[in-house]
């Protein structure tokens, strides 16, 4: 590898865990649908720090997905500042990674070149590219898949070769918009297990909007709540079921205190 270019295998800054990446101040959001103006999001305040894991729950409408989109630059505020790392975001930026619902692979290229593919865009040099490659396919457990097209992975394989598509750029953030909810409950599962050892080897900051309870509970260092009419952040708490990696996710279901938290956030949602 190259004297002059630093690995991207370690944290490429020197921030610590708890400082804020990413910091969202009186952030609102108008449009216009026929005669009538929507107020999508109102006043939404948020820091998220280096080490988060931040699920956020709400009903449909409540404005996730357009928070989502605002966060990684593909939408617009009609109020507020976002920075990262202290300097103004307010398009898409290599900082600011996204995982969708749907992989989005590109069909034509195998799993190692489509983890490839924005290190190129980087730059980063042909050897530190090999090593990146095989460092994160072994990382989502696909290093014996890497010269397989997308068509030749299940649904599940093809979301972790798109989740470390976007760890192999080195993000500051990663936004995770449902990323496993057309998946079935064993294979969601499944991933959902794998993630959560991915943020702990990594410790990267996640956001990650689903519309599953716990899921939230088993995954999440943080959960958010958001309501509707105007979209707006209504709870921002520390889960105080915070699993370890080797607690198995039945034994954490089983757990009274998983039901009472469950109940709670159902509540909070539908309220």
């Keep these: 590898m190259p004297g002059n270019e630093q690995s991207l295998l370690q944290r490429t800054t020197d921030f610590p865990a708890g400082q804020p990446v990413i910091q969202l101040a009186g952030i609102s959001l108008r449009y216009s649908q026929s005669a009538a103006h929507i107020q999508a999001l109102a006043d939404i305040n948020l820091e998220l720090s280096g080490d988060d894991f931040v699920c956020v729950l709400g009903p449909s409408g409540c404005g996730k997905s357009s928070l989502l989109n605002i966060i990684a630059g593909f939408l617009q505020p009609t109020t507020g500042t976002i920075t990262v790392d202290g300097n103004i975001h307010s398009k898409p930026d290599p900082q600011v990674g996204v995982v969708f619902q749907h992989p989005n692979l590109f069909p034509w290229l195998s799993i190692e070149k489509n983890i490839e593919f924005g290190l190129k865009m980087k730059q980063v040099g042909k050897e530190q590219r090999k090593e990146l490659v095989a460092h994160y396919l072994q990382l989502v457990g696909l290093d014996g898949f890497a010269k397989l097209l997308p068509f030749q992975l299940s649904g599940g394989m093809k ?35 794998n ?7 990594t410790r990267k900051c996640l956001l990650f909007i689903t519309h599953d309870v716990d899921e939230a509970l088993l995954l999440a260092k943080r959960i958010i709540i958001m309501q509707p009419n105007p979209g707006r952040i209504v709870n921002d708490f520390p889960n105080p079921l915070l699993r ?26 539908h309220s």
Excluded at 195 to 201: Q, R, S, T, V
Aim: aromatic share 10%.
């Design 195 to 201: 993630l959560y050892d991915i943020w702990h080897k």
């Design 244 to 269: 370890r990696p080797e607690q198995a996710f039945s034994r954490l279901r089983s757990a009274k205190e998983f039901n009472d938290m469950r109940q709670f956030l159902i509540g909070q949602i």
């Design 159 to 193: 979301q972790r070769a798109a989740i470390a598509r976007t760890l192999a750029t080195d993000p500051r953030m990663i936004l995770l918009d449902e990323p496993f909810s057309a998946l079935d409950a064993f294979t969601r599962e499944t991933m959902q297990k």
